[in-house]
């Protein structure tokens, strides 16, 4: 996420990696099996006007912090138990993909797919990574949709839980409610994408994610750091990539494939950046 592609719409702003792996390599790249859980949590414990709050105030940091709420059920199941997949729809997903290849006018469908992909994890990184840090509280973002025609999401039925105050780490509970989310997304996207891709965007995303909200909160240098680190050792995102200085800047082992559009170019985290 580090350096050179998109808009606000698209990518998070410091960074959008991209990579000149051979093609075979990108289409059957292999990631470990993930131990990031994909259920809901339970939990019910943080009153909703408490999340909403925590929301609008991490919401002030601008960008990819931004999530709004809705009470209530704004679309997919009518119990409220639906999962992101059924809210953060192919159809939507695929229409934003388009989107973004009629932006920098190619035809290459994995390169929209790749760029929205990765302009998503931003999104759901950013405002759980920063809720758990300066608030303790981590919501849950099984019913989270799309908020109109653009890239911005919406919260239906906030519900969140509350960071262990055991000295336990929340990295599984924030990995479930990011990763997890985005992982159902990618079980129906439009093209096949590698595997080790998909894990990297996300990977580049909670990056960019963590440095943007250390520039905000400095204070937060430590706890942010070491959760990072850790996000970074769990599930898929292992053997991603690692950070390469105390501003939590980032170095991927893969790359999302803006360097492929035209006028494109290789973003400040890309494995072929030299």
């Known amino acids: 996420m580090n350096g050179g592609r998109g808009t606000a719409d698209d990518v ?4 959008l990696a991209a990579d000149d792996v051979p093609a075979d390599d990108l289409a059957t790249d292999d990631v470990p099996a993930d ?17 909403v709050e925590a929301l609008r105030d991490v919401a002030r940091l601008g960008g990819f912090f931004a999530l709004d709420t809705v009470r209530g059920l704004a679309s997919g199941s009518g119990s409220g138990s639906g999962f992101g997949e059924e809210r953060l729809t192919r159809e939507g ?7 973004v290849n009629e932006r920098y006018g190619t035809a290459e469908a994995r390169i929209g797919v790749s760029i ?20 303790g509280i981590v919501p849950v973002m099984t019913t989270v949709e799309w908020a109109g025609d653009g890239s911005a999401l919406r919260l239906s039925g906030p ?17 479930a409610q990011t990763d997890g989310v985005l ?28 440095a943007q909200l250390l520039r905000s909160r400095p204070g937060l240098r430590a706890p942010l750091t070491a ?18 200085g ?27 950046a030299r």
């Open 227 to 244: 959760l990072t680190r850790e996000l970074l050792e769990t599930g898929r995102l292992r053997g991603t990539g690692r950070i390469t």
């Open 116 to 135: 929205a992909h990765l302009g998503l994890a931003a999104r759901l990184w950013s405002p759980v990574l920063a809720c758990a840090l300066v608030h």
């Open 159 to 175: 519900r969140g839980s509350r960071v262990p105050r055991s000295g336990a780490s929340p990295a599984y509970a924030v990995a």
């Open 35 to 51: 131990d990031v859980p994909t259920d809901d949590l339970p939990a019910d414990d943080v009153p909703a006007d408490e999340v």
């Open 246 to 272: 105390p501003e939590l800047t980032f170095r991927r082992r893969s790359c999302c494939l803006y360097y492929r559009a035209p006028n494109g170019s290789k973003c400040g985290d890309c494995c072929l």
């Open 183 to 210: 992982q159902r997304v990618e079980s129906h996207l439009p093209v096949k994408m590698a595997p080790r891709l998909l894990a990297g965007n996300s990977a580049s995303a909670l990056a960019g994610s963590a």
């Open 93 to 99: 997903f695929a229409a934003r993909a388009r989107t």
């Open 12 to 15: 998070p702003a410091d960074d």
